[in-house]
């Protein structure tokens, strides 16, 4: 039976910027000394905004509202995510993994055409996760449990293209140059978990809590004036996530997750200057003391939210099996941002060549919910100067995926 493959299709989107990947089953996917697992997801949301507008007109210095452009646009981009996991044994009681993973990515292209190019061109949010988790073993007369537990050291990136506009003659305002940030920081992360196994019924149940990230983001703005640091902070959700897994018949097994994630905390990044800069970064003159001016930042807003999946695997024959899931996703967003609902199904062929090796192969499909965005007013209660309102239908997100596993 290929239970090693029961928790190994993440949806292609989850939600906020969840990647899907902050999952450390791989630990449990060999009862050989040593096993190596890669894998490659393409993932391709296709997201539209319509109707695009600095429409309340009321909030005092709305630059969006003397602009021109188109009133559409492609919200989100495709995107590739890697994985890669080494597990070793070290007898009955002891095994480990290394692995690197990319928990948290989020990727829009808005073009450079877009009415509101002077709020984002395009924008990125990237990680890194390079951990090690240990899982210590206590045989029972029925079954194992383990103690689960690890750390690891997380890069994130964020990087925002915006236009700059020239507000000194009479509107439309001309679009007079372009103004880009990029910060990064590194910071520990680490998890906790229990997991209880009987491998004879191909039975498990595992409870890991992922521990919240905080990232101090420092980097440079540049725009027209000239290029000055800057810095924020912004926290990665904790979340608690329950698995299980049981063989149900001959050569069958089902599976099924559930999911918290406190993407509340996850709500702004104002980016502010660090050191003594020129006025002429706000159009206004004399100089701005060290953290005095928000140049940039990140604006998300969001809610907690809930993540289930439920699906099965069908073992043809010795070297064949099939795998199916369904995964609904909670939006996170409260308005500010469209990570709606999400609705996906995932379908993956495992084909195992030798007792050693191990192929997958599979994809997924997805329905985004519509919704309407209004990004006008900051996390702070304070306007938005570059916010404006959108709508947006049920739109599709596709993924492709393929991973190799190798026993020793």
């Known amino acids: 039976m290929a239970v090693g493959l029961a928790f190994a299709q993440s949806p292609a989107m989850a939600g906020g910027y969840d990647s899907g990947e902050r999952d450390w089953d791989a630990l449990f996917i060999t009862s050989q000394t040593v096993a190596v697992e890669t894998q490659v997801r393409h993932l391709v ?65 808005y073009g450079t055409g877009f009415i509101a190019s002077a709020a984002a061109i395009d924008q990125h949010f990237s990680s890194q996760d390079y951990g090690l988790t240990c899982a210590g073993t206590h045989h029972l007369d029925t079954g194992q449990v383990s103690l689960v537990g690890g750390v690891s050291y997380q890069h994130a990136r964020y990087e925002l293209t915006q236009s700059v506009l020239n507000t000194g003659v009479a509107p439309p305002f001309p679009v007079i140059g372009v103004a880009t940030t990029d910060v990064d920081d590194w910071s520990w992360a680490w998890r906790v978990g229990l997991a209880y196994e009987i491998p004879a019924y191909a039975l498990r149940a595992s409870l890991i809590y992922n521990s919240q990230v905080d990232f101090d983001m ?47 905390v996850a709500t702004a990044m104002p980016l502010v200057n660090a050191q003594t800069i020129p006025g002429a970064f706000l159009g206004v003159g004399g100089t701005l003391a060290p953290g005095t001016a928000q140049l940039s930042g990140l604006q998300l807003q969001w809610n907690d939210s809930w993540t289930a999946t439920a699906g099965g695997v069908h073992q043809l024959n010795d070297q064949l099996s099939l795998t199916g899931s369904l995964t609904w996703d909670q939006g996170a967003t409260n308005g500010f941002t469209s990570q709606t609902d999400t609705w996906v199904g995932a379908f993956n062929a495992v084909y195992n060549p030798t007792e050693q090796a191990q192929i997958v192969v599979g994809g997924s499909a997805g329905l985004m919910t519509s919704g309407s965005v209004s990004t006008q007013t900051r996390h702070s209660g304070a306007a938005n100067p570059l916010g404006y309102t959108a709508t947006y239908g049920n739109d599709w997100v596709f993924g492709l995926n393929a991973s190799l596993k190798v026993s020793f």
């Open 45 to 109: 949301p296709d997201r539209d905004l319509s109707n695009v507008a600095a429409s309340d007109t009321a909030i005092s210095g709305n630059l969006l509202a003397s602009t021109t452009g188109t009133t559409t646009a492609p919200e989100a981009e495709a995107f590739t995510i890697f994985r890669a996991s080494a597990i070793g044994r070290a007898g009955e009681h002891l095994r480990c993994m290394a692995s690197f993973r990319q928990p948290w990515e989020g990727h829009a292209n």
């Open 218 to 264: 420092k980097g440079t703005f540049s725009s027209v004036p000239g290029t000055a640091v800057i810095q924020g902070s912004i926290s990665m959700p904790q979340s608690l996530e329950l698995e299980v897994q049981s063989g149900v018949a001959p050569s069958w097994l089902a599976f099924g997750s559930i999911r918290w994630t406190d993407w509340s």
